[in-house]
């Protein structure tokens, strides 16, 4: 009697597991809430320690060749700003950044430049990172669109301290124009094209604080979810 109260017990387990696996099987394929479908990745960028000689110290993390930062060869770091030099690449968390802390006398932006593709950050796109901030500090994401205007968003990240991921959506922002050189924000711009967007990233609007409990922001890995628009030939 005993063997077969187990016998049964058993099937039945197997039939609950079977049935409890099948509906998660049905809610793995079934699409996001109202139906929508984010873009999958279109680049991702972790950065690297510029190359140098001797040991390592604050001099040699600073980016001299942009393109000395990057482990993605699709990609091109442009920076902007009068102290772009004083950009350093530090390491926290086992990860490189990007640390504004020495440029103490001029705001500074970054951006990344995919070489084959504008990038279409309408609808669903995100733009996904890991930030810190300090002491008042907040960064501001930023694009350059086809027509060559640089745009800050109104999203203000701030992290107080602590590393974290954040998700960036671009359809209910505000946005003002950015002047290159001088990285001061003047008027703004409704309903700017973002389907072709030519470079992405960030603006540290305040002077960094240097090292210690100052003011300063630092942005690791960066990852575009967007849709490519091809550039078709053109030169930029």
């Not at 930062?69 to 030099?85: H, I, V």
């Not at 440029?103 to 070489?115: E, K, Q, S």
Request: proline share 6%.
């Amino acid at each position: 009697m005993s063997r077969r109260i187990s016998t049964r017990l058993t099937l039945f387990l197997v039939l609950m597991l079977g049935t409890a696996y099948g509906i998660l099987a049905q809610q793995s394929q079934a699409p996001a809430p109202g139906g929508a479908v984010r873009p999958p990745l279109l680049f991702r960028e972790e950065w690297k320690q510029p190359p140098y000689e001797g040991e390592l110290n604050d001099e040699k993390r600073r980016i001299r060749n942009p393109q000395d930062a990057l482990n993605n060869p699709n990609l091109e770091l442009k920076l902007y700003g009068p102290e772009t030099q004083d950009l350093l690449v530090a390491m926290h968390e086992g990860r490189h950044d990007l640390w504004t802390g020495l440029v103490m006398n001029a705001p500074i932006a970054a951006t990344l430049r995919d070489r084959n593709n504008y990038i279409d950050l309408t609808g669903h796109a995100r733009l996904v990172w890991i930030t810190r901030t300090q002491s008042l500090h907040v960064i501001h994401p930023i694009v350059k669109l086809a027509n060559g205007m640089l745009l800050a968003g109104n999203l203000a990240i701030s992290t107080d301290g602590d590393f974290l991921e954040n998700e960036v959506a671009f359809g209910h922002q505000r946005w003002y124009q950015l002047d290159p050189q001088k990285l001061v924000t003047t008027i703004e711009v409704k309903n700017p094209d973002l389907s072709r967007v030519d470079e992405i990233g960030f603006v540290d609007l305040m002077p960094g604080g240097g090292k210690g409990f100052a003011g300063w922001s630092n942005v690791s890995v960066v990852e575009v979810y967007a849709n490519p628009a091809r550039r078709g030939g053109a030169t930029h």
